[in-house]
Each structure stands twice: as C-alpha cells, then as structure tokens.
C-alpha cells in the first residue's frame, strides 16, 4: 500500500527503513523521502515508528519472561 502518494513510498519500505533503525520522521524523510511534498502522510509514517517500537518491547519482555 502506498503510504506517500508524492514519493510513491510504500509502507513496506517504511517497515524495511524503521526495521534498520530509523527512529524518527526525520530519519524517514531523509532515508525516504516521505512526508517532504504535501505532508499528508506524516501521521501513518509515524505510526510505523510507534508500532515498531511496542512491537519490538512486546518482543523484548516477552524473551525475559523465557
């Protein structure tokens, strides 16, 4: 699914992107591109980070509990 139109920037590059440690939507902007035309995508781009992160806790907690 494109998630900037402008850029023509799929979330699937943006989960690659965060997966490899982009941490902000700076990281993003300057890595991808996206959220630099119109801004509309900026919101979901940075959901990405959010989901990422609670994932990646979720994932953490869930091996100190092995």
């Not at 979330?11 to 939507?25: M, N, P």
């Not at 630099?36 to 992160?53: E, I, K, M, P």
């Amino acid at each position: 699914m494109f998630v900037c139109v402008c850029n023509a920037i799929s979330d699937r590059q943006i989960k690659e992107t965060v997966a490899a440690g982009a941490t902000s939507l700076t990281d993003l902007q300057n890595a991808l591109g996206v959220a630099t035309c119109c801004g509309c995508c900026a919101d979901l781009a940075v959901s990405y980070l959010g989901n990422h992160s609670e994932n990646h806790q979720a994932a953490a907690g869930k091996n100190n509990l092995q």
